[in-house]
T-cell receptor, first 113, second 116 residues
């Protein structure tokens, strides 16, 4: 069965610090990978996605993620965070031939001015 | 474009009562998902439909939970009878599966359920 692990449960940063959130998945076949963001009190929104091609994916608001197949990882990065990035971040994966999207447990990011 | 529409946004009910949550997916989308979000378990997939047919309901916790999708523009998630441990935010999401465009979910605002 597919699963997604997010090892950082809670990250606290100051503005302008760099961010990297870890995501590992378990599935041996072709996968589609996603990062979603949930701002306080809101629904989930897509940050970025990887289906195929360039393993370095750029998303909205300056976020990017790198798919490393050999490590089964899809870590999220941002070189300089802002207070407005305070939110919960979810990594998700589905096998290429299904609709079922499995989410990690999420990482809560707090950015202080 | 209207997004995924869920109702009610908030529901407070007493243990034993029936709860019905509603979802209208984005027009043209052919897959619909129900997720439950709690602090303890995060986001859990309860059930999903493709072309109005339930494909995987392995996440439905118990027989008290049921979901229907009578047509492409409407789905319900019902809990009968409700229990305090059902308190959570229930999200509906939809997507279009076809060709290379697959997997991206669009979420509704969620229905926050509190069972007393």
């Amino acid at each position: 069965a597919q699963s997604v692990s997010q090892h950082n449960h809670h990250v606290i940063l100051s503005e302008a610090a760099s961010l990297e959130l870890g995501c590992n998945y378990s599935y041996g076949g072709t996968v589609n990978l996603f990062w979603y963001v949930q701002y306080p009190g809101q629904h989930l929104q897509l940050l970025l996605k990887y289906f195929s091609g360039d393993p370095l994916v750029k998303g909205i608001k300056g976020f990017e993620a790198e798919f490393i197949k050999s490590k089964f990882s899809f870590n999220l990065r941002k070189p300089s965070v802002q207070w407005s990035d305070t939110a919960e971040y979810f990594c998700a994966v589905n096998a290429g031939n299904t609709d079922k999207l499995i989410f990690g447990t999420g990482t809560r990011l707090q950015v202080f001015p | 474009d209207a997004g995924v529409i869920q109702s009610p946004r908030h529901e407070v009910t007493e243990m034993g009562q029936e709860v019905t949550l509603r979802c209208k997916p984005i027009s043209g989308h052919n897959s619909l998902f129900w997720y439950r979000q709690t602090m303890m378990r995060g986001l859990e997939l309860l059930i999903y439909f493709n072309n109005n047919v339930p494909i995987d309901d392995s996440g439905m916790p118990e027989d008290r939970f049921s979901a229907k999708m009578p047509n492409a523009s409407f789905s319900t998630l019902k809990i009968q009878p409700s229990e305090p441990r059902d308190s959570a935010v229930y999200f509906c999401a939809s997507s279009f599966r076809g060709g290379q465009n697959t997997g991206e979910l669009f979420f509704g605002e969620g229905s926050r359920l509190t069972v007393l």
